[in-house]
């Protein structure tokens, strides 16, 4: 039985094998970075309302089901700049001493007791950034994560991705 397995004509010499598999793993590695092109490139571009300054540059965030929010979450590898986000207020903004300021106004103070008094002092936590896709509970906890080593990381990877994309792109 064994000896007529062995001499059917199915059966795929060695070198053969392997060269299919190498053939089938440069595939996959070139889908992969397929993939992977697929992301923006350049940011959107939204225009600058006249009524917009320099200082009023947080930008409130579209309020969505879960599944979009991971999406957006998801989609920062085209941005110029990792974004900072309140998820209490929906307001994002590009940098930590934003986040901080606006962490201390009586406006978010407001709202995240509103908040409380809703969902009974379970509060989701408040603060996000949209770089390592991490929640923090507060501005405090945020900047240990900013200054972390995990963040840090995220912040190499997304500089290096940002300086390839504008090198493509001939900037």
Known sequence: ?????INLSNIMPVELAIARELEYRKKMEVL???QMDL???VPPQVPVSESQTTVDR???VEA???QCSQTLLRSTSGRSSPRFICVTCNAAFADLFNLTMH??????KSKVSQSKKLAGNNVPNPFLCELCDILCSSSLVMGSHVNGLKHRA???EFDAKRAR???NLGF
């Open 39 to 41: 992301k923006p490139l």
């Open 165 to 167: 994309t504008l090198r």
């Open 32 to 34: 992969n970075n397929r």
């Open 1 to 5: 039985m064994e000896e007529e397995m």
């Open 154 to 156: 995220y912040l190499q």
């Open 58 to 60: 947080k930008r409130k």
């Open 103 to 108: 962490g201390e106004t009586t406006s978010h």
């Open 64 to 66: 969505c089901s879960a």
